[in-house]
T-cell receptor, first 113, second 114 residues
Framework: SQQGEEDPQALSIQEGENATMNCSYK?????LQWYRQNSGRGLVHLIL???NEREKHSGRLRVTLDTSKKSSSLLITASRAADTASYFC?????????????WGLGTSLAVNP | GAGVSQSPSNKVTEKGKDVELRCDPI?????LYWYRQRLGQGLEFLIY????????KSGLPSDRFSAERTGESVSTLTIQRTQQEDSAVYLC????????????FGSGTRLTVV
């Protein structure tokens, strides 16, 4: 399968702790994107990392990409209850096929107050 | 509009009836995508529109599903003779420059077939 595979499937932490989610894939990518979904509805684009980048930051989010291992991680620092959501990675396989993303099945994060 | 708008937000229909779901993308976004998401599952690609190009229909699960888009504006997803397995959240997303730059999603339509 070309889809991203997130792990863990579910993660439960206490407020203030850091949360790390991983995404692995099997083929070459142009970029990898992380999205958040609350309450099973619309997804929100969080961050995009290109294949020639190794790390990006956005607020409390830190994304790394290791193309040799075909994996990415999303770190949320100092988590809050409002971070409770499902997190998905999505892959753009080829810049020439700038059509649709390939989605993983998501990591469900619960941040307990 | 400021975001991607989908309507209705919830739809309950009887098995065998037709339903029509609507998506208003962000103005100026040339790319529009429909996805289906079953409870607790990931996103299942349905169809993709890009400008005036022929749509990519490769994800439509059966001929009961069809979608149209007028130019670079509103899109409708039609499901004929609905079945219980069609129950899901149907998500629409648009993008200004294609998938490589990220999507903006609507809040979805939750379809329940009883």
């Amino acid at each position: 399968s070309q889809q991203g595979e997130e792990d863990p499937q579910a993660l439960s932490i206490q407020e203030g702790e850091n949360a790390t989610m991983n995404c692995s894939y099997k083929t070459s990518i142009n970029n990898l994107q992380w999205y958040r979904q609350n309450s099973g509805r619309g997804l929100v684009h969080l961050i995009l990392i290109r294949s020639n980048e190794r790390e990006k930051h956005s607020g409390r989010l830190r994304v790394t990409l290791d193309t040799s291992k075909k994996s990415s991680s999303l770190l949320i620092t100092a988590s809050r209850a409002a971070d409770t959501a499902s997190y998905f990675c999505a892959l753009l396989l080829d810049a020439g096929n700038n059509r649709k993303l390939i989605w993983g099945l998501g990591t469900s994060l619960a941040v307990n107050p | 509009g400021a975001g991607v708008s989908q309507s209705p937000s919830n739809k309950v229909t009887e098995k065998g009836k037709d339903v029509e779901l609507r998506c208003d993308p962000i103005s100026g976004h040339t790319a529009l995508y429909w996805y289906r998401q079953r409870l607790g599952q990931g996103l299942e690609f349905l169809i993709y529109f890009q400008g005036n190009s022929a749509p990519d229909k490769s994800g439509l699960p059966s001929d009961r599903f069809s979608a149209e888009r007028t130019g670079e504006s509103v899109s409708t997803l039609t499901i004929q003779r609905t079945q219980q397995e069609d129950s899901a959240v149907y998500l629409c997303a648009s993008s200004a420059q294609g998938a490589g730059y990220g999507y903006t999603f609507g809040s979805g339509t939750r379809l329940t077939v009883v």
